[in-house]
């Protein structure tokens, strides 16, 4: 992972810094909705109990009722809601970079004003989940069929970095109560994030992964529908194992190196870990002992993950690679320019080679 940051001391030290890499949350979602007057901006919400508190009656009925609902009967921690009354997408989003943690984006009503309108948000949701090494979750429209959603998910027309950073879901769900309305299941999937990250870690897929609260697809998906539609994430209803979610690949068809949800969250969790641990550099100078403990802070973190099983490989060398230096990561342009660049490569656990991911920052501030 290319690290580059700025310094601009000329003097040097005789030990190398002791540095760290702290792991940062990895599922966080932020629901994007119309939550009308109940709150402006984003909120907090810390679990199931707290929506109407939080958010106000509308967010515990109807279809954004189930959704959430959804979300915290499946594992979901606490997570954040944007508003969209009264203003625009990008103005909910905006509200949402107060918060650092968030990982998830999940657009609510996509397909509530047309196709257009839907990739229209589809396309600025993900372009923010790209640019903040996070997840978009969405989903087809009510009355799609698999053939009908993957349509529908590349007449979205996103680029390869957004549409490697989403994935989509389908069909709706039934939910168990009498007389409920049929609601997206992007709240359980986020819920199933959460849960899954936290009992296995965020490299392990969230697939073949029983849904709870009694909800059901609201249609089958043939096996041929399915073949058809790989990039689509199918949720189905399997006799005596309830309903699963049997699909998880991300939206980007042209590149095999983000097909899965899985490899991409991982990539951008070790990006998102290790910018900022780049804050604890900003003032240092750009030498030598500034580029040992940028290693040793990087190496241990991933030995950290291999440990876990996060990363194949029989041996450290095998799973994972740590890169720094002049000469080796560095030309005397970017010494020149203050930037100091650390590359890293992980052995995911899907594709047989390193996954490079590459993080920016700028340090030497006076």
Same mark, same amino acid.
């Given at each position: 992972?290319?690290?580059? =940051? $700025?310094?601009?001391?000329?003097?040097?030290?005789?030990?190398?810094? $002791?540095?760290?890499? @702290?792991?940062?949350?990895?599922?966080?979602?932020?629901?994007?909705? %119309?939550?009308?007057?109940?709150?402006?901006?984003?909120?907090?919400?810390?679990?199931?109990?707290?929506?109407?508190?939080?958010?106000?009656?509308?967010?515990?009925?109807?279809?954004?009722?189930?959704?959430?609902?959804?979300?915290?009967?499946?594992?979901?921690?606490?997570?954040?809601?944007?508003?969209?009354?009264?203003?625009?997408?990008?103005?909910?989003?905006?509200?949402?970079?107060? &918060?650092? %943690?968030?990982?998830?984006?999940?657009?609510?009503?996509?397909?509530?004003?047309?196709?257009?309108?839907?990739?229209?948000?589809?396309?600025?949701?993900?372009?923010?989940?790209?640019?903040?090494? @996070?997840?978009?979750?969405?989903?087809?429209?009510?009355?799609?069929?698999?053939?009908?959603?993957?349509?529908?998910?590349?007449?979205?027309?996103?680029?390869?970095?957004?549409?490697?950073?989403?994935?989509?879901?389908?069909?709706?769900?039934? *939910?168990?109560?009498?007389?409920?309305?049929? &609601?997206?299941?992007?709240?359980?999937?986020?819920?199933?994030?959460?849960?899954?990250?936290?009992?296995?870690?965020?490299?392990?897929?969230? /697939?073949?992964?029983? =849904?709870?609260?009694?909800?059901?697809? $609201?249609?089958?998906?043939?096996?041929?529908?399915?073949?058809?539609?790989?990039?689509?994430?199918?949720?189905?209803?399997?006799?005596?194992?309830?309903?699963?979610?049997?699909?998880?690949?991300?939206?980007?068809?042209?590149?095999?190196?983000?097909?899965? =949800?899985?490899?991409?969250?991982?990539?951008?969790?070790?990006?998102?870990?290790?910018?900022?641990?780049?804050?604890?550099?900003?003032?240092?100078?750009? @030498?030598? *002992?500034?580029?040992?403990?940028?290693?040793?802070?990087?190496?241990?973190?991933?030995?950290?993950?291999?440990?876990?099983?996060?990363?194949?490989?029989?041996?450290?060398?095998?799973?994972?690679?740590?890169?720094?230096?002049?000469?080796?990561?560095?030309?005397?342009?970017?010494?020149?320019?203050?930037?100091?660049?650390?590359? /890293?490569?992980?052995?995911?656990?899907?594709?047989?080679?390193?996954?490079? /991911?590459?993080?920016?920052?700028?340090?030497?501030?006076?």
């Amino acid at each position: 992972m290319p690290i580059s =940051v $700025s310094y601009p001391g000329a003097f040097e030290e005789d030990a190398p810094l $002791s540095l760290s890499v @702290s792991a940062g949350a990895t599922a966080v979602p932020v629901f994007i909705a %119309d939550f009308g007057t109940a709150f402006e901006g984003a909120v907090r919400v810390n679990s199931g109990s707290d929506l109407s508190r939080a958010a106000g009656e509308g967010a515990t009925s109807g279809v954004t009722g189930g959704v959430l609902r959804g979300y915290f009967e499946n594992g979901g921690g606490y997570c954040y809601l944007a508003n969209t009354a009264g203003k625009s997408l990008q103005a909910a989003l905006n509200s949402a970079e107060a &918060f650092d %943690d968030v990982t998830i984006l999940v657009p609510l009503g996509l397909w509530d004003s047309g196709a257009d309108a839907a990739g229209e948000t589809a396309r600025a949701v993900t372009a923010y989940a790209a640019a903040h090494q @996070s997840m978009a979750i969405l989903h087809a429209g009510r009355d799609h069929n698999a053939r009908q959603a993957l349509a529908a998910s590349r007449a979205f027309k996103l680029d390869a970095d957004q549409s490697a950073h989403a994935a989509l879901y389908h069909p709706w769900l039934i *939910p168990s109560g009498d007389g409920a309305q049929l &609601f997206p299941p992007v709240g359980v999937v986020a819920g199933l994030y959460c849960r899954v990250d936290r009992e296995s870690g965020v490299w392990k897929a969230p /697939v073949n992964v029983q =849904v709870a609260g009694g909800v059901r697809p $609201s249609q089958a998906v043939t096996d041929a529908e399915q073949a058809e539609a790989t990039s689509v994430n199918v949720l189905c209803e399997f006799k005596g194992r309830g309903t699963l979610v049997w699909g998880g690949r991300t939206l980007n068809e042209t590149d095999d190196q983000w097909t899965y =949800v899985p490899v991409r969250r991982l990539a951008d969790t070790v990006q998102r870990d290790l910018q900022k641990a780049l804050t604890s550099v900003e003032f240092e100078p750009n @030498s030598q *002992p500034t580029w040992e403990g940028l290693r040793a802070a990087a190496d241990t973190y991933l030995n950290g993950i291999w440990e876990q099983g996060g990363l194949r490989g029989n041996t450290p060398k095998e799973a994972y690679f740590v890169q720094i230096g002049h000469g080796v990561t560095m030309t005397e342009e970017d010494l020149r320019a203050d930037r100091v660049v650390l590359k /890293v490569g992980l052995a995911a656990v899907r594709p047989a080679e390193f996954i490079p /991911v590459t993080v920016i920052g700028t340090v030497g501030r006076a």
